[in-house]
């Protein structure tokens, strides 16, 4: 049964996921302050965290990163939870590495959406595809989950979002990928994502990635449809 760590101080909240999860089939934990939460992340390594920003102890934000920088811990998906949506650019943004983001107050159909899709995309499952994707100066190992420029490993690291957004358009190498079809095959849903998500996306691909990330010539813009990946 995959185990859920909720790191939420809201106890009303707090309950109202943990039983909508459990009835979805998932065991859940629950951690009231940032500090346990982040112990409890360490001793039960769960399937999925879900993280509100706002926490007594430590904040999420700094719990994200710490996760992410952990090679224990660095695999598990993140869900963060925000009442404010000027701080989802900070989220979605380069240093988090959180997974996915469903602002307060919580619709708890699209939460549990998020939830399926990011578990279905989890990294970790066993796969026969190629281990590692090549075009030009750019690898990515896709088992260790690394990408490596000029064989120098990329620094900060990219984000689950973006590794899986990179992969998605070196397979396709040369072939332009509409918004749409980016969505359903990295974001793994339709509904609930704004499709400027992509953009962003591409643009922090592109700070770590392009020599000069204001004139790309790896991932390039296809006006009007969407991305290509140049090999
Ligand atoms: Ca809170």
């Avoid at 039983?19 to 951690?31: H, I, M, Q, Y």
């Avoid at 392009?210 to 296809?222: A, G, H, L, M, Y």
Wanted: charged share 30%; aromatic share 6%; hydrophobic share 40%.
């Amino acid at each position: 049964m995959p185990k859920v760590l909720i790191i939420e101080d809201e106890l009303t909240l707090v309950e109202k996921l943990a039983n909508n999860l459990r009835s979805e089939g998932f065991d859940v934990e629950t951690a009231m302050d940032g500090e346990v939460g982040l112990e409890k992340v360490r001793s039960l390594l769960p399937d999925l965290i879900v993280l509100d920003i706002m926490l007594p102890g430590l904040d999420g934000l700094s719990i994200c990163r710490i996760v992410r920088r952990d090679v224990t811990t660095q695999h598990i998906p993140i869900i963060m939870l925000t009442a404010r949506s000027t701080e989802v650019d900070k989220i979605i943004g380069l240093e988090s590495g959180a997974d996915d983001y469903v602002v307060k107050p919580l619709v708890l159909g699209e939460f549990l959406a998020r939830v399926r899709a990011v578990m279905r995309r989890a990294p970790g499952r066993p796969t026969t595809r190629q281990d590692e994707l090549v075009s030009g100066s750019l690898r990515m190992n896709l088992t260790g989950r690394r990408v490596f420029k000029n064989d120098a490993e990329v620094r900060p690291p990219l984000s689950n979002k973006e590794f899986d957004l990179l992969a998605e358009l070196m397979r396709n190498e040369n072939v332009v990928l509409s918004r749409d079809l980016i969505l359903t095959k990295v974001w793994g849903y339709d509904y609930f994502v704004d499709k400027r998500t992509v953009d962003v996306h591409v643009r922090w691909l592109r700070e770590k990635l392009e020599d000069d990330p204001s004139n790309p010539k790896r991932i390039v813009t296809v006006r009007g449809v969407g991305y290509r990946f140049e090999g």
